[in-house]
């Protein structure tokens, strides 16, 4: 079955660096979307996107995030000042149409010291 | 706003013992339901979903029923291996867009 591929499976940075969290859907997806998952903590929605824009954010995704498809496989989600609190694990998804299912990456964690 | 409260875990189980794990939601509309799983390693999969009141979503022996009278999407299976021990996410998707709302998902350990 083909899967979503997330980069780098683990990342430690320092307080107040730019981090880029990397995804590669599948490949005749339409629809990306990231999430986030604090220890402990609940899966929340973080963003989606659609025709190169966002198409729905929460209330998370401020000014410090953003997201990109700089090509024709990639999705990436950019933390441009990281704080402690934004150590979490950080899962891509993509599909293919509005209200399709869902397809997961095992996620990428995120520790900021 | 829309959210979903599932049974605390972890849950243990013998193999082939009966399983359920509760999950109750709250929409101000009409949302579909699902369960998806994480296994170890492994970013999360759909298990099954309904999308109106009184379906039933079923896959690999696993079964839930959309319950708008007590608003609730319980998980069963009626014999647990220990292949199923994994952590088990409910979530709710409205009908105005694609955002899923997850529960805070539930493990699952199955010995044998």
């Known amino acids: 079955e083909p899967e979503v591929t997330q980069t780098p499976s683990h990342q430690v940075t320092q307080m107040g660096q730019e981090v880029i969290l990397r995804c590669v859907p599948i490949?005749?997806?339409?629809?990306f979307y990231w999430y986030r998952q604090i220890l402990g903590q609940k899966v929340e929605f973080l963003v989606s996107?659609?025709?190169?824009?966002?198409?729905?954010k929460s209330e998370i995704f401020d000014d410090q995030f953003s997201v990109e498809r700089p090509d024709g496989s990639n999705f990436t989600l950019k933390i441009r000042s990281t704080k402690l609190e934004d150590s979490a694990m950080y899962f891509c998804?993509?599909?293919?149409?509005?209200?399709?299912?869902?397809?997961f990456g095992s996620g990428t964690q995120l520790s900021v010291l | 706003g829309d959210s979903v409260t599932q049974m605390e875990g972890p849950v243990t189980l013998s193999e082939e013992a009966f399983l359920t794990i509760n999950c109750t939601y709250t929409?101000?509309?009409?949302?579909?339901l699902f369960w998806y799983v994480q296994y170890p390693g492994e970013g999360l999969q759909l298990l099954l979903k309904?999308?109106?009141?009184?379906d039933k979503g079923s896959n690999k022996g696993f079964e839930a029923t959309y319950r708008k009278e007590t608003t609730s999407f319980h998980l069963e299976k009626g014999s647990v291996q220990v292949s199923d021990s994994a952590v088990y996410f409910c979530?709710?998707?409205?009908?105005?867009?694609?955002?899923?709302?997850f529960g805070a998902g539930t493990i699952l350990r199955v010995k044998s």
């Open positions: 490949s005749n997806h339409l629809y």
């Open positions: 309904a999308t109106k009141a009184d």
């Open positions: 998804a993509s599909s293919e149409r509005s209200k399709e299912k869902l397809f």
């Open positions: 979530a709710l998707q409205m009908e105005y867009g694609n955002k899923l709302v």
């Open positions: 929409a101000t509309g009409y949302p579909s």
């Open positions: 996107f659609y025709n190169n824009e966002i198409s729905e």
